[in-house]
């Protein structure tokens, strides 16, 4: 099994090509975007050395699937899905900010409440609550988009404040943030899943507010089974979950934090397998259908030569 960790491609009308963490962002005559969704894994803002087999399919499809499906809150990026692992949409003017939506007390704001903090991101937590609880209402808690290194909690008057986002705007983003976390909740509670957070970026073009980048993925969301959910919490113990974090918890098992002077541990072939199986997993637990695995023995050959064919009909 071959995993794409990086492509360099020269495509109709390219006028640059950005690397993110996960994706590879062509821009193609200053009015679209190509991004090729990579197999490369991070955690903890930390690139791993090996990728991971189909991951990129599963992120691209699944996030392909909610745009669809929450398009008639606001207009999304995207345009179309000319190659399993890519998506081709509309260039945009990113907002700054990452739109985090809570709906139970886990991951970041769960460590930030055992560590004694009743406040995140400006937002009251009520007293008394357990690990995975549901919070009477979701909270927002956004944070800064940073270029590079961790992104950092912000609340919404810093952001207004600081003339990052003006309060028209911030107010609009908070709204869909809500509606789409809901259509999102819905569409889990069929799979027989919660959706228990997420993040969501925005961004402008011509003065319309359009969603962008991939939603509701495993990379993005934290997922956990609805059956089984209230007794576990009762009793105290971890959630079933679908989401990155069994990657997360391999890795501080095995010492690793994203701190410095840590070692990534070894990714042997079985533990790569192993993700890649969870992550196809993930994918047919999120959607309800069995994932196709693309064919192609080469497989940047076949992303080029489809991008390329789409791109000249434009």
Not at 12 to 26: A, E
Not at 168 to 181: C, S, W
Not at 187 to 206: R, S
């Amino acid at each position: 099994m071959e995993a794409i960790v990086k492509t360099n491609f020269n495509l109709p009308g390219q006028q640059d090509h950005y690397v993110g963490k996960v994706r590879d962002v062509y821009s193609i005559e200053g009015d679209y975007l190509v991004m090729v969704v990579s197999d490369r894994i991070s955690a903890f803002d930390v690139v791993l050395p090996k990728g991971i087999p189909f991951k990129g399919q599963v992120l691209n499809q699944i996030a392909a699937k909610f745009l669809d499906a929450t398009s008639d809150i606001l207009p999304n990026w995207k345009i179309a899905v000319p190659d399993p692992m890519v998506t081709v949409g509309h260039k945009c003017e990113p907002f700054k900010v990452e739109m985090v939506i809570r709906g139970y007390l886990s991951g970041h704001a769960w460590r930030e409440y055992k560590a004694g903090k009743r406040t995140i991101c400006g937002v009251e937590m009520p007293e008394g609550m357990v690990e995975n609880q549901k919070f009477p209402t979701p909270i927002i808690t956004p944070t800064t988009k940073a270029a590079e290194g961790h992104d950092e909690d912000i609340s919404k008057e810093e952001i207004i404040a600081q003339g990052i986002v003006s309060r028209e705007d911030y107010e609009q983003l908070e709204a869909y943030t809500r509606a789409i976390f809901k259509r999102g909740t819905e569409i889990a509670a069929k799979m027989g899943l919660i959706l228990v957070d997420t993040k969501y970026e925005f961004g402008k073009k011509n003065g319309v507010i359009y969603l962008m980048d991939e939603i509701h993925t495993p990379d993005s969301s934290r997922y956990f089974y609805a059956e089984g959910y209230e007794e576990r919490l009762a009793k105290g113990e971890k959630q079933k979950q679908l989401s990155k974090e069994f990657v997360r918890e391999w890795l501080m098992a095995n010492g690793f934090q994203g701190l410095e002077g840590q070692q990534v541990p070894e990714m042997t072939p079985e533990i790569v397998e192993s993700i890649t199986d969870r992550y196809i997993e993930l994918y047919e637990n999120i959607t309800g259908e069995k994932f196709m695995k693309a064919e192609g023995d080469n497989i940047e050959e076949r992303i080029e030569k489809n991008v390329t064919e789409w791109l000249n009909k434009l």
